[in-house]
């Protein structure tokens, strides 16, 4: 069983930083992909970022491209998510993910088997 908690969300103005974490236990936690997805209210989850198990390869989806880095640290079983020039567009629950072992497409749901509880962002006009 893997668990994953995710941090660093709250209320910050448009234009704003904010830096998530995800701490995962569980599992060898370098041996996959993780990824971050976001829902907002009335709306599917969708995919954020993702990125490979030694953080040599990273995807973002188009609206979030130059302004979110995705990263992750082994030695402390931890991805990141850093965002900054926020915009109100981004308010939802964020969510990490752990990928199935050979996953390929990321920004599927279907590839992770293993979600945290999520966390709030909100970014306020």
């Known amino acids: 069983q893997v668990q994953l908690v995710e941090s660093g969300g709250g209320l910050v103005q448009a234009g704003g930083s904010l830096r998530l974490s995800c701490a995962a236990s569980?599992?060898?936690?370098?041996?996959?992909?993780m990824g971050w997805f976001r829902q907002a209210p009335g709306k599917e989850r969708i995919f954020v970022a993702a990125?490979?198990?030694?953080?040599?390869?990273?995807y973002y989806t188009d609206s979030v491209k130059g302004r979110f880095t995705i990263s992750r640290d082994n030695t402390k079983n931890t991805v990141y998510l850093q965002m900054n020039s926020l915009k109100p567009e981004d308010t939802a629950i964020y969510y990490c993910?752990?990928?199935?072992?050979?996953?390929?497409?990321?920004?599927?749901?279907?590839?992770?088997?293993?979600w945290g509880q999520g966390t709030q962002v909100t970014v306020s006009s």
């Open positions: 993910a752990s990928a199935k072992s050979g996953a390929t497409w990321f920004a599927m749901t279907y590839e992770y088997d293993y």
């Open positions: 569980g599992r060898t936690f370098s041996s996959n992909a």
């Open positions: 990125i490979n198990w030694n953080g040599g390869d990273t």
